[in-house]
């Protein structure tokens, strides 16, 4: 059977809990970037530019 692929909010948890957050930094993380992906008509964050977001993501998960 094939898997598929991870959805963004499924990697983000992975990369939270990788990191050892706390489950509240974890709920916060996950709200903001549901929060972001509404804003922007559901599109996905990496097609806003050229993996602009993702490096803001890295940069504030320490």
Aim: net charge positive.
């Amino acid at each position: 059977m094939e898997q598929r692929p991870k959805k963004l909010l499924e990697q983000v948890q992975d990369v939270i809990r990788l990191k050892h957050y706390s489950y509240q930094t974890e709920k916060t993380y996950i709200y903001w970037i549901r929060r972001y992906i509404l804003f922007h008509n559901k599109r996905h964050p990496f097609i806003h530019g050229k993996y602009r977001n993702r490096n803001v993501f890295n940069a504030s998960c320490g």
